[in-house]
Every structure is written in structure tokens, then in C-alpha cells.
């Protein structure tokens, strides 16, 4: 078997062979000595060959041991480390905590910005995500992550539509409307923009559906179910509320 070295290394083998002529030059990898050969002669060309009683196989495992150091040795474990699925559950318990924090926020925000319509709003939430959940028990889907993002997500488009509601009413109001009269016209007016809003989310929704992964599925369909809803919510169970609550009190003036 022969042994090339480069310029580097020529130099420094040709002087440990010219001091040790006669002895062996022990090859050692891990503790274990691979071949111990006898030095015939000093060895100055940067080359050098090892003979002796070696078959094919020997020969070839020496050389593959001494190119890649690749000697069969035992594993000794420092340190291991198990990922299993406590992991995620972690990160989807986060997304819950995470959920009920924004769910929290945006009521209270709707409560301060508009008063007892606020209150109203929020009733009607609690029952838009309460439909989502049992849309998904009805479909036998499992809560991931995405599809807490995608909950989170209709939650602020269920808030976004009825504030378009709202903030139509104040305008009407501000333009000397009536109450029964600004109710009717917000609903109304707002209608159209909340319709075209969630149809193009809902066409989003369905593209990352048909386009997407698992993690991207699940996070489409708590979008769409969750655009249903919330259109459904915001425009038909708020009035409804709104309707119901004017029956009952009837008030000349209203502050929104």
C-alpha cells in the first residue's frame, strides 16, 4: 500500500524516518495502533510504501482507515435529548392563553368605545366563537395552533365589522337622525362593505385550502368557518339585539 505526502509533510517524515531506521513507525487512530511497519530506510520523497504479509481485504480496510479515519469504535453516550410531544402541546396552550388575552382585550375596547352597542357586541362574539367550536366538534378537527391563529383572526374581523356598524350609526346620529332611523340606515349602509370584506378573505381562505399543507388547512378552515359567523354575528345577531333592546327601552336621544 503506498503513502503520498505533501511538501509540508514530505519534509517533516523524511526526519523522523532518518532518526528512527530500524524501528517501527507505529500508525495509531483512537487508541488503537492500525499497522505497525518497520522502517527500512530514511524515507525523503514524500512518498512510502507499506509491505508485508497482508491479503486484499486487509490491505484495502488499512487504506480506508488511514484516508478517512473511519476505525470501528464503541459509543459512548454523553448526552441525550427527547423531543416528544408535551412540545407541542406547550406551544398550543400558548395560542390558547394568547387567545383568550385578545378575546379579553377586544371586549373590554368594545365596551369603553361604544357603551351598551359595545356590551351587545360582545354578546354577540361570545356566541360567534361559540359556533366556531362547534362547527369543528360537528367536523371532528383537532385545535392546532393555526387554527387558534385562524379563531384569533375572526375575532378581530368579527370586532372590525360591527365597529363599521357602529361608526356608521354615530355618523347618521351626527347628521340629526333619529335613533330608530340611524340604527336602520348603519346596518344598512355598513352592509356592503362588511359583504365585500369577508368575500375576499373567504376567496383567501379557500385558496390556502386547496393550495396549502396540513398546518395551512387547518388554519384556512377556522378562517372560513370563522368568516361565516362572523358575518352572520355582526350583521343579522346585532341587529337583532340592537332591535330587541329598542323595543324595550325606546329612547329618544342615544350616545354611542
Not at 507499506?50 to 464503541?74: C, K, M, Q, Y
Not at 375575532?155 to 372590525?160: E, H, N, S
Not at 340604527?183 to 355598513?190: L, P, V
Not at 387547518?218 to 359567523?229: K, M, R, S, Y
Request: glycine share 10%; charged share 15%.
Amino acid at each position: 500500500m503506498n503513502i503520498r505526502f505533501d511538501t509540508a509533510g514530505a519534509r517533516i517524515f523524511g526526519d523522523i524516518t532518518r532518526s528512527a531506521v530500524g524501528r517501527r513507525f507505529a500508525m495509531v487512530l483512537d487508541g488503537k495502533v492500525l499497522s505497525a511497519p518497520v522502517i527500512r530506510t530514511a524515507i525523503l520523497g514524500g512518498s512510502a510504501q507499506i509491505s508485508g504479509d497482508f491479503t486484499a481485504e486487509e490491505a484495502n480496510e488499512l487504506a480506508i482507515n488511514l484516508r478517512s479515519g473511519s476505525l470501528p469504535v464503541a459509543l459512548t453516550v454523553e448526552e441525550s435529548s427527547v423531543v416528544g410531544p408535551e412540545l407541542g402541546q406547550d406551544s398550543v396552550d400558548a395560542g390558547r392563553i394568547a387567545c383568550i388575552i385578545a378575546f379579553m382585550l377586544v371586549m373590554v375596547y368594545m365596551a369603553l368605545s361604544y357603551g351598551l352597542f359595545g356590551l351587545l357586541a360582545n354578546a354577540a362574539l361570545i356566541l360567534n366563537v361559540s359556533m366556531i367550536f362547534g362547527v369543528l366538534s360537528l367536523l371532528g378537527a383537532t385545535l392546532t395552533l393555526p387554527g387558534i391563529a385562524g379563531i384569533v383572526l375572526t375575532i378581530g374581523m368579527a370586532v372590525d365589522a360591527n365597529v363599521l356598524v357602529f361608526e356608521r350609526i354615530r355618523e347618521e346620529l351626527r347628521r340629526g337622525r333619529n335613533v330608530v332611523k340611524a340604527i336602520t340606515t348603519g346596518y344598512e349602509k355598513a352592509l356592503t362593505a362588511i359583504i365585500d370584506a369577508n368575500d375576499t378573505t373567504f376567496l383567501a381562505a379557500i385558496i390556502l385550502f386547496a393550495m396549502g399543507s396540513g398546518p395551512v388547512k387547518g388554519f384556512a378552515v377556522t378562517l372560513g368557518i370563522g368568516i361565516v359567523t362572523s358575518v352572520f354575528t355582526a350583521v343579522m345577531l346585532t341587529r337583532f339585539f340592537v332591535a330587541t333592546w329598542y323595543g324595550y327601552a325606546r329612547p329618544k336621544t342615544l350616545e354611542l
